[in-house]
Nanobody, 127 residues
Framework: QVQLKESGGGSVQAGGSLRISCKAS????????MTWFRQAPGKEREGVAA????????YYTRSVEGRFTISPDNGLNSVVLQMNNLQPDDTGMYYC????????????????????WGQGTQVTVSS
């Protein structure tokens, strides 16, 4: 059983930066897809960024391209999301998700694809 735990959320002003981490425990393999989702109050959960641990292929939703970077940290055990030039629309609860299949290029943002989820970490951006 894989367990995911997020950390590093907080509050910043627009234009600021945050780095959030997802630490995995339990059996992990190099073919996992690791993804960050976010959910704002009253909105659906949306995929933000994904990485296939095998090969390092990355995917981003259009609104964060050029501002956010997803990358592995400490081998297969952690994935980080570096968020720069944060805007109020980036506010929400950020969740880490994992699935034991390489990220599909088109359907990676679909929540139903993921087997494992963390509890989330709050990111708040003020204007």
């Amino acid at each position: 059983q894989v367990q995911l735990k997020e950390s590093g959320g907080g509050s910043v002003q627009a234009g600021g930066s945050l780095r959030i981490s997802c630490k995995a425990s339990g059996p992990m393999f190099s073919n996992y897809c690791m993804t960050w989702f976010r959910q704002a109050p009253g909105k659906e959960r949306e995929g933000v960024a994904a990485i296939s641990l095998e090969g390092g292929f990355t995917y981003y939703t259009r609104s964060v391209e050029g501002r956010f970077t997803i990358s592995p940290d400490n081998g297969l055990n952690s994935v980080v999301l570096q968020m720069n030039n944060l805007q109020p629309d980036d506010t929400g609860m950020y969740y880490c998700a994992a699935d034991p299949v390489r990220c599909p290029a088109v359907t990676w943002p679909r929540t139903e694809k993921y087997r494992y989820w963390g509890q989330g970490t709050q990111v708040t951006v003020s204007s």
